[in-house]
């Protein structure tokens, strides 16, 4: 029997802090409010994580990923959170290929991921490829061209799919556009350039070819060999895997007002205790802190970290 699984960014959180004047804000030199643990991820994992993250240049807001990997270092689903200062709006996207901000920060884009399992036969069947073509509204020849390997063992097929979401209110668009393994934005931030699926079943392989799209309407404008500068300068982080210990010395990250300090595993801010983990960045006023934080529930082959985004309280 043909197993079909589609996941694409499946499980989408959203929590919106009140748009506020300066003057609501809690003084940089209070005591954290009302805190709370988002998890990064709440989608599936595979076999091996890294933990990566991006901050604008006014450091008020944060792109945090749990780039996942399988076996031999299949592609695998990532878990994005992205958290912003200035209007309290949290949102997790799970279930992506790649993510990457506009040039202003006012949209991200994303590859939503899907893979196809084409379960005992030796390759996906056209039934597979058809099924996943009528729920994205595309021919069934797009999808199979758009199909890359997904496992060097198995017979299965990955898929991505172009999203843009909003950056001042959470909203997603998913657009008619069968490319996003990776992703990135023009200079003006007035193309988006789509990686198609890498040719080899390799989670770090690059994209097979790019093509510059609209992001309005995601029309495709024509082929691109974008320019390296334009990715994002991702700062990648601790490795989360089953065998890993992660290292639990001093961490201290410069916030307005102080700093976030995590010491054997306790993380505080200005002096204020946050909670356990290990922090790995912080927004401008620490509103926003990413952490790798001891995972109490997980199982005897499971990670024992897991990445965190811990929310202080400054927007409530």
């Known amino acids: 029997m043909i197993l079909l699984l589609l996941l694409a960014a499946c499980q989408r959180e959203r929590a919106d802090g009140a748009a506020a004047g300066a ?13 709370s643990v988002i998890r990064v991820n709440e989608g599936q994992r595979g076999m091996i994580a890294m933990a990566k993250w991006l901050l604008p240049s006014d450091g008020n807001a944060m792109i945090v990923v749990e780039d996942w990997s399988s076996i031999e270092n299949e592609p695998f689903f ?88 909003d950056a001042a209110t959470g909203t997603e668009r998913r657009l008619p556009l069968l490319a996003g393994w990776r992703v990135l934005w023009s200079g003006d931030g007035q193309t988006l350039l789509a990686g198609r699926g890498p040719r080899r079943s390799d989670d770090d392989d690059p994209p097979s070819r790019w093509v510059a799209a609209e992001p309005a309407t995601g029309a495709v404008v024509g082929p691109v060999e974008p320019d390296p500068a334009l990715a994002p300068a991702w700062v990648s982080g601790p490795t989360i895997d089953m065998s890993v210990d992660p290292d639990t010395g001093r961490v201290e990250i410069a916030v307005e007002g102080g700093a976030v300090v995590s010491d054997s595993s306790r993380i505080t801010l200005r002096g204020h205790p946050i909670g356990p983990g290990i922090a790995l960045a912080a927004t401008r006023r620490g509103c926003y802190i990413a952490a790798l934080v001891p995972d109490s529930t997980a199982g005897e082959y499971d990670p024992k970290h897991r990445l965190m985004v811990y929310d202080t309280g400054c927007r409530r």
């Open 23 to 35: 003057d609501t804000l809690v003084p940089d030199s209070a005591p954290p409010g009302l805190i």
């Open 78 to 165: 990532d878990g994005m959170l992205f958290a912003s200062e200035s209007t309290g709006l949290v949102v997790r996207l799970d279930s992506i290929w790649d993510a990457a901000p506009s040039p202003d920060w006012s949209q991200v884009a994303f590859g939503a991921a899907m893979i196809i399992r084409g379960g005992e036969q030796d390759e996906v069947p056209a039934d597979s490829f058809r099924a996943v073509a009528e729920r994205l509204g595309v021919s069934v020849d797009e999808a199979r061209d758009a199909g890359f390997p997904a496992s060097g063992m198995a017979a299965m097929a990955g898929l991505a799919q172009l999203g843009i979401m």
